[in-house]
Protein backbone atom coordinates (compact mmCIF):
# COMPACT_ATOMS: atom_id res chain seq x y z
CA UNK A 1 0.00 0.00 0.00
CA UNK A 2 1.26 3.53 -1.45
CA UNK A 3 1.73 5.58 2.18
CA UNK A 4 3.89 8.92 2.37
CA UNK A 5 5.21 10.04 5.88
CA UNK A 6 6.06 13.26 6.72
CA UNK A 7 8.30 13.28 10.14
CA UNK A 8 9.27 16.89 11.71
CA UNK A 9 10.67 17.46 14.77
CA UNK A 10 10.57 21.24 15.85
CA UNK A 11 13.89 22.46 16.24
CA UNK A 12 15.33 22.66 19.99
CA UNK A 13 12.71 19.87 21.24
CA UNK A 14 15.65 17.61 22.08
CA UNK A 15 17.69 19.44 25.40
CA UNK A 16 16.00 20.39 28.22
CA UNK A 17 18.24 21.26 30.56
CA UNK A 18 21.39 19.77 29.72
CA UNK A 19 19.30 16.33 29.72
CA UNK A 20 17.55 14.58 26.66
CA UNK A 21 13.64 14.09 26.32
CA UNK A 22 11.40 12.38 24.40
CA UNK A 23 9.36 14.15 22.26
CA UNK A 24 5.35 14.58 22.83
CA UNK A 25 4.36 12.06 19.52
CA UNK A 26 1.36 11.94 17.57
CA UNK A 27 0.84 9.96 14.10
CA UNK A 28 -2.12 10.56 12.14
CA UNK A 29 -3.36 8.20 9.14
CA UNK A 30 -5.88 7.69 6.53
CA UNK A 31 -7.59 10.08 4.07
CA UNK A 32 -4.63 10.69 1.15
CA UNK A 33 -7.04 13.98 -0.40
CA UNK A 34 -6.47 15.31 3.87
CA UNK A 35 -2.95 13.98 3.86
CA UNK A 36 -1.08 17.29 2.24
CA UNK A 37 -3.17 19.28 4.10
CA UNK A 38 -2.55 17.69 7.37
CA UNK A 39 1.32 17.67 6.68
CA UNK A 40 0.62 21.60 6.23
CA UNK A 41 -0.97 21.49 9.72
CA UNK A 42 1.39 19.41 11.16
CA UNK A 43 4.26 21.79 10.18
CA UNK A 44 2.71 24.96 11.42
CA UNK A 45 2.07 23.05 14.73
CA UNK A 46 5.44 21.99 15.88
CA UNK A 47 6.38 25.80 15.08
CA UNK A 48 4.58 27.01 17.60
CA UNK A 49 5.07 24.03 20.23
CA UNK A 50 8.51 22.94 20.27
CA UNK A 51 8.81 19.48 21.32
CA UNK A 52 5.77 17.92 19.51
CA UNK A 53 6.26 15.15 16.90
CA UNK A 54 3.67 15.07 14.37
CA UNK A 55 3.92 12.38 12.03
CA UNK A 56 1.21 11.82 9.09
CA UNK A 57 0.20 9.04 7.09
CA UNK A 58 -2.02 8.14 4.03
CA UNK A 59 -3.47 4.74 3.69
CA UNK A 60 -7.33 5.92 2.99
CA UNK A 61 -9.58 6.48 5.06
CA UNK A 62 -10.77 2.59 6.02
CA UNK A 63 -7.28 2.60 7.32
CA UNK A 64 -7.32 5.63 9.26
CA UNK A 65 -10.72 4.26 10.51
CA UNK A 66 -8.93 0.89 11.54
CA UNK A 67 -5.64 2.73 12.85
CA UNK A 68 -7.51 4.85 15.51
CA UNK A 69 -9.66 1.81 16.55
CA UNK A 70 -6.35 -0.18 17.04
CA UNK A 71 -4.62 2.40 18.23
CA UNK A 72 -2.07 2.18 15.77
CA UNK A 73 -2.66 5.90 15.29
CA UNK A 74 -3.79 8.48 17.87
CA UNK A 75 -5.98 10.44 15.06
CA UNK A 76 -7.42 8.93 12.13
CA UNK A 77 -8.27 10.78 9.08
CA UNK A 78 -11.40 9.96 6.64
CA UNK A 79 -13.27 12.23 4.50
CA UNK A 80 -16.61 9.87 4.17
CA UNK A 81 -20.32 11.13 3.50
CA UNK A 82 -21.30 8.32 6.01
CA UNK A 83 -18.88 6.74 8.31
CA UNK A 84 -19.24 2.81 8.56
CA UNK A 85 -20.67 1.68 11.96
CA UNK A 86 -17.07 0.68 13.58
CA UNK A 87 -16.37 4.49 13.42
CA UNK A 88 -19.39 5.48 15.92
CA UNK A 89 -16.97 4.32 18.12
CA UNK A 90 -15.04 6.89 17.74
CA UNK A 91 -15.21 10.67 18.84
CA UNK A 92 -15.50 12.40 15.82
CA UNK A 93 -14.00 16.19 14.06
CA UNK A 94 -15.23 17.58 11.29
CA UNK A 95 -12.32 19.92 10.32
CA UNK A 96 -13.07 20.59 6.37
CA UNK A 97 -15.24 20.04 3.61
CA UNK A 98 -14.36 19.14 0.05
CA UNK A 99 -15.53 18.77 -2.98
CA UNK A 100 -14.98 15.39 -5.62
CA UNK A 101 -14.09 17.15 -8.75
CA UNK A 102 -14.77 14.82 -11.83
CA UNK A 103 -11.80 15.47 -13.71
CA UNK A 104 -10.76 14.79 -17.81
CA UNK A 105 -7.47 15.95 -19.14
CA UNK A 106 -7.72 19.60 -20.58
CA UNK A 107 -7.55 18.53 -23.80
CA UNK A 108 -10.68 16.88 -23.68
CA UNK A 109 -13.49 19.16 -25.64
CA UNK A 110 -16.32 17.71 -23.21
CA UNK A 111 -17.48 20.09 -20.16
CA UNK A 112 -20.29 19.09 -18.38
CA UNK A 113 -21.16 15.63 -17.14
CA UNK A 114 -24.42 14.45 -15.44
CA UNK A 115 -25.04 11.57 -12.31
CA UNK A 116 -26.29 9.56 -14.81
CA UNK A 117 -23.18 9.84 -17.60
CA UNK A 118 -20.77 9.63 -14.66
CA UNK A 119 -22.76 6.35 -13.75
CA UNK A 120 -22.72 4.69 -16.58
CA UNK A 121 -19.30 5.58 -17.71
CA UNK A 122 -17.77 4.25 -14.33
CA UNK A 123 -19.83 1.48 -14.74
CA UNK A 124 -18.63 0.72 -18.53
CA UNK A 125 -22.30 1.29 -20.19
CA UNK A 126 -20.61 4.28 -21.81
CA UNK A 127 -17.50 3.68 -23.26
CA UNK A 128 -16.54 6.13 -25.74
CA UNK A 129 -16.37 9.89 -25.66
CA UNK A 130 -18.52 11.00 -28.05
CA UNK A 131 -21.41 9.13 -26.54
CA UNK A 132 -21.61 12.24 -24.24
CA UNK A 133 -20.80 14.60 -26.64
CA UNK A 134 -16.79 14.22 -26.93
CA UNK A 135 -14.80 12.97 -29.82
CA UNK A 136 -14.40 9.37 -31.34
CA UNK A 137 -12.04 7.79 -28.73
CA UNK A 138 -12.40 5.30 -25.92
CA UNK A 139 -13.06 6.63 -22.36
CA UNK A 140 -10.23 5.23 -19.88
CA UNK A 141 -11.99 4.96 -16.10
CA UNK A 142 -9.56 5.71 -13.46
CA UNK A 143 -10.86 5.50 -10.13
CA UNK A 144 -9.45 5.14 -6.32
CA UNK A 145 -8.63 1.76 -4.97
CA UNK A 146 -11.28 -0.17 -2.05
CA UNK A 147 -11.19 1.80 1.33
CA UNK A 148 -10.43 4.85 0.12
CA UNK A 149 -12.74 7.64 1.21
CA UNK A 150 -12.96 9.61 -1.78
CA UNK A 151 -14.24 6.44 -3.75
CA UNK A 152 -16.54 5.29 -0.87
CA UNK A 153 -18.37 8.76 -1.07
CA UNK A 154 -18.56 9.28 -4.43
CA UNK A 155 -19.87 5.88 -5.09
CA UNK A 156 -22.24 6.94 -2.20
CA UNK A 157 -23.63 10.09 -4.03
CA UNK A 158 -23.52 9.04 -7.28
CA UNK A 159 -24.79 5.54 -6.46
CA UNK A 160 -25.53 2.34 -8.57
CA UNK A 161 -21.69 1.86 -9.47
CA UNK A 162 -20.46 -0.95 -10.42
CA UNK A 163 -16.40 -0.41 -11.29
CA UNK A 164 -15.93 -1.39 -14.79
CA UNK A 165 -13.02 -4.24 -14.78
CA UNK A 166 -10.91 -2.08 -17.76
CA UNK A 167 -10.86 0.65 -14.99
CA UNK A 168 -6.86 2.03 -14.09
CA UNK A 169 -7.37 1.68 -10.13
CA UNK A 170 -5.00 4.01 -8.06
CA UNK A 171 -3.96 4.71 -4.60
CA UNK A 172 -4.30 8.77 -4.37
CA UNK A 173 -6.06 11.35 -5.34
CA UNK A 174 -2.13 12.40 -6.70
CA UNK A 175 -1.90 9.42 -9.19
CA UNK A 176 -4.91 10.27 -10.28
CA UNK A 177 -4.78 14.10 -11.10
CA UNK A 178 -0.80 12.39 -13.10
CA UNK A 179 -2.81 9.76 -14.45
CA UNK A 180 -5.54 12.10 -16.07
CA UNK A 181 -2.87 14.55 -16.59
CA UNK A 182 -0.98 11.90 -18.78
CA UNK A 183 -4.07 10.45 -21.03
CA UNK A 184 -5.85 12.62 -23.15
CA UNK A 185 -9.19 10.22 -22.94
CA UNK A 186 -9.29 9.65 -19.28
CA UNK A 187 -11.69 10.70 -16.30
CA UNK A 188 -11.50 10.51 -12.42
CA UNK A 189 -12.01 12.16 -9.39
CA UNK A 190 -10.32 13.41 -6.77
CA UNK A 191 -10.41 16.50 -4.25
CA UNK A 192 -11.63 19.61 -5.02
CA UNK A 193 -8.34 20.88 -3.32
CA UNK A 194 -6.24 18.60 -5.45
CA UNK A 195 -7.30 20.78 -8.71
CA UNK A 196 -4.43 22.05 -10.62
CA UNK A 197 -4.34 23.09 -14.24
CA UNK A 198 -2.70 19.78 -15.51
CA UNK A 199 -6.05 18.83 -15.67
CA UNK A 200 -9.59 19.84 -15.96
CA UNK A 201 -13.17 19.65 -13.73
CA UNK A 202 -15.93 19.24 -15.54
CA UNK A 203 -19.28 20.51 -13.99
CA UNK A 204 -21.36 18.41 -12.73
CA UNK A 205 -25.02 18.48 -13.76
CA UNK A 206 -23.88 22.31 -14.78
CA UNK A 207 -22.90 23.09 -11.71
CA UNK A 208 -18.71 24.05 -10.97
CA UNK A 209 -16.92 22.62 -8.02
CA UNK A 210 -16.11 25.39 -6.17
CA UNK A 211 -16.25 26.37 -2.84
CA UNK A 212 -19.34 28.67 -3.08
CA UNK A 213 -20.87 25.81 -4.58
CA UNK A 214 -19.93 23.02 -2.12
CA UNK A 215 -21.18 25.45 0.94
CA UNK A 216 -24.31 26.39 -0.76
CA UNK A 217 -25.13 22.52 -1.24
CA UNK A 218 -25.64 22.96 -4.93
CA UNK A 219 -22.85 20.99 -5.83
CA UNK A 220 -23.81 17.56 -5.66
CA UNK A 221 -20.66 15.69 -4.67
CA UNK A 222 -19.53 17.05 -1.43
CA UNK A 223 -18.13 15.30 1.76
CA UNK A 224 -16.84 16.04 5.19
CA UNK A 225 -13.54 15.39 6.27
CA UNK A 226 -13.01 14.02 10.29
CA UNK A 227 -10.60 13.58 12.71
CA UNK A 228 -11.33 10.49 14.73
CA UNK A 229 -9.71 9.35 18.07
CA UNK A 230 -10.05 6.33 19.85
CA UNK A 231 -12.26 8.13 22.96
CA UNK A 232 -11.54 11.94 23.33
CA UNK A 233 -8.13 13.84 22.10
CA UNK A 234 -6.00 14.25 25.09
CA UNK A 235 -2.44 15.87 25.20
CA UNK A 236 -1.28 16.52 22.03
CA UNK A 237 -3.68 15.26 20.12
CA UNK A 238 -5.94 17.65 21.39
CA UNK A 239 -4.26 20.59 21.08
CA UNK A 240 -3.49 19.42 17.36
CA UNK A 241 -7.09 19.15 16.64
CA UNK A 242 -7.69 22.17 18.61
CA UNK A 243 -5.55 24.23 16.36
CA UNK A 244 -6.98 22.94 13.26
CA UNK A 245 -9.97 24.09 14.35
CA UNK A 246 -8.91 27.18 15.55
CA UNK A 247 -9.07 30.52 13.16
CA UNK A 248 -5.46 29.66 12.09
CA UNK A 249 -5.65 25.88 11.36
CA UNK A 250 -9.33 26.65 9.73
CA UNK A 251 -7.42 29.59 7.56
CA UNK A 252 -4.96 27.27 6.35
CA UNK A 253 -7.15 24.75 5.23
CA UNK A 254 -8.68 27.16 2.81
CA UNK A 255 -5.90 28.91 1.84
CA UNK A 256 -4.81 25.86 0.76
CA UNK A 257 -8.09 24.65 -1.16
CA UNK A 258 -10.32 22.77 0.94
CA UNK A 259 -13.40 24.42 2.52
CA UNK A 260 -12.94 25.27 6.01
CA UNK A 261 -15.58 23.48 8.42
CA UNK A 262 -16.15 27.03 10.52
Known sequence: MHMRTLTMIAAGSLLLGGCGRNTDSVTLAGSTAFQPFAEKLAEEFMAKNPG???????GGSAVGIQSALSGAAQIGMADLVELPAEAQA??????????????????????NLTLIQ???IFNGAVKNWNEVGGANAPITVVSRE???????SFEKIVQG??????????????TIRE???????AVGYLSHGLLNDKIKAVTVAGVACTTAAVVAGTYPLARPVFLLTKGPATGTSKAFIEYVLGAEGQKLIADNGLIAAK
Open 52 to 58: ANITVQG
Open 90 to 111: LSRHVVARDGIAVVVNPANAVT
Open 118 to 120: IRA
Open 146 to 152: AGSGTRS
Open 161 to 174: IALTQDAIVQDSNG
Open 179 to 185: TVAQDAN
